[in-house]
């Protein structure tokens, strides 16, 4: 389960005090990620959404097993958490590159920040609504009335309400499970490639899941970078989307122990079983490679009509000015290895 950034008064007011604190991009860690190339290659910094876990598959398995390092990469990749601050390390230039949540990355580049999309990590956002197996919510119609503990800011919900006449309650996330176990009628937002493990080792059942892509809310999970870097330095913007897009495909169709092993190192909580079982859910639903059609090709492709889409979704909410975003303003297929 990881947070959005701030509201955009709180984004903004991050923004500037890290510029103030940044007259320049930030030197890269003492210790880099282990197994990125050696020193001397072409610095890439990214940071990532939460801490190392099998969403950043191929990120870990392109360092490990050295396809950053054969493209004359120097890549460091810096733990996230809910304190990331993802986008506005890369608008800042703190950071070159970012994971996050296609919805969060327009809503920065409407307030101004200088950051593009240039690549998919999931096809399909994996935030969830997740429930008990025998709770009698089965539909999103059903949630009138209900109590909800979700993020606040999730542009989701106010599109449920919309899209289905319907309103509920919600409780500020905390990013436990402890609720959902302890209470058989709890709906929570989650990260159904994370989030189901620990209930079930919590003693619970498998949660059952209300898809946001099943209510038309189709979100990507994306790699969001600094504008001007990326106009900058577009052959190494190549050679990174490449090098991370075969580090995916290794992860997913070959032995998975090399970035494991890293992401274990860098987070000791993760165990062989959370990390199988998180692998295994984003292999078999498909996430990476798109859930209808795709394969090995799509991994990394994004589409102009799906932005679009988004944008005029949040348009209809009053989330976005209209006309204030074209496509071709947020995002670029440009550095995506030809098909």
Same mark, same amino acid.
């Given at each position: ?26 030197? &890269? ?21 939460? !801490? ?15 396809? =950053? ?7 460091v ?21 970012? +994971? ?9 580049i ?11 990590? %999931?096809?399909?956002?994996p935030?969830v ?14 949630? +009138? ?10 542009? %989701? ?10 309103? =509920? ?21 989650? =990260?159904?490639? &994370? ?5 079930? +080792? ?9 898809? &946001? ?23 190494? !913007? ?23 092993a ?8 993760n ?16 996430? !990476? ?40 303003? !947020?995002?670029?297929?440009a ?5």
């Open positions: 389960m990881k947070p959005t950034f701030p509201t955009v008064l709180g984004l903004l007011t991050v923004v500037a005090a890290l510029m103030a604190g940044c007259g320049k991009k930030a030197e &890269a860690p003492a210790s880099p990620t282990p197994g990125v190339s050696p020193a001397g290659g072409f610095k890439v910094t990214v940071q990532l959404d939460w !801490v190392p876990e099998p969403e950043h598959g191929g990120f870990f398995q392109a360092a490990a097993k050295g396809y =950053f390092a054969e493209s004359g990469l120097d890549v990749l810096l733990p996230g958490g809910p304190n990331a601050f993802g986008m506005q390390k890369v608008a800042t230039g703190q950071a070159d590159i970012s +994971q996050a949540d296609s919805t969060n990355v327009l809503l920065a409407a307030e101004g920040l200088p950051v593009i999309h240039i690549g998919a990590v %999931f096809q399909n956002d935030s609504l997740m429930l008990h197996a025998d709770n009698p919510v089965n539909r999103f119609e059903d949630l +009138q009335g209900k109590t909800i503990m979700a993020r606040p800011e999730w542009a %989701f919900l106010p599109y449920l309400r919309k899209k289905y006449g319907i309103d =509920f309650n919600i409780i500020p996330q905390n990013f436990s499970v402890a609720n959902f176990i302890g209470n058989k009628n709890f709906i929570q937002q989650g =990260f159904y490639i &994370a989030e189901p493990f620990h209930i079930q +080792q919590g003693g619970a059942q498998a949660p059952k899941f209300l898809y &946001a892509w099943d209510a038309g809310f189709d979100a990507y999970t994306v790699l969001a970078a600094n504008k001007p870097w990326v106009a900058k330095h577009p052959d190494r !913007v190549r050679a990174f989307l490449a090098a991370y897009i075969r580090g995916w495909r290794d992860y997913l169709e070959g032995d998975p122990e090399p970035a494991h890293l992401m274990k190192k860098l987070n000791p909580n165990t062989d079983a959370f990390l199988a079982y998180s692998r295994k859910m984003i292999a078999d639903e498909r996430l !990476v490679t798109g859930r209808v059609g795709g394969g090995a090709a799509q991994i990394g492709r994004v589409s102009k009509e799906r932005f679009q889409t988004q944008i005029s979704q949040l348009e209809e909410l009053g989330i976005l000015k209209k006309g204030s975003l074209t496509v071709d303003q !947020v995002v670029t297929t550095y995506l290895p030809p098909l």
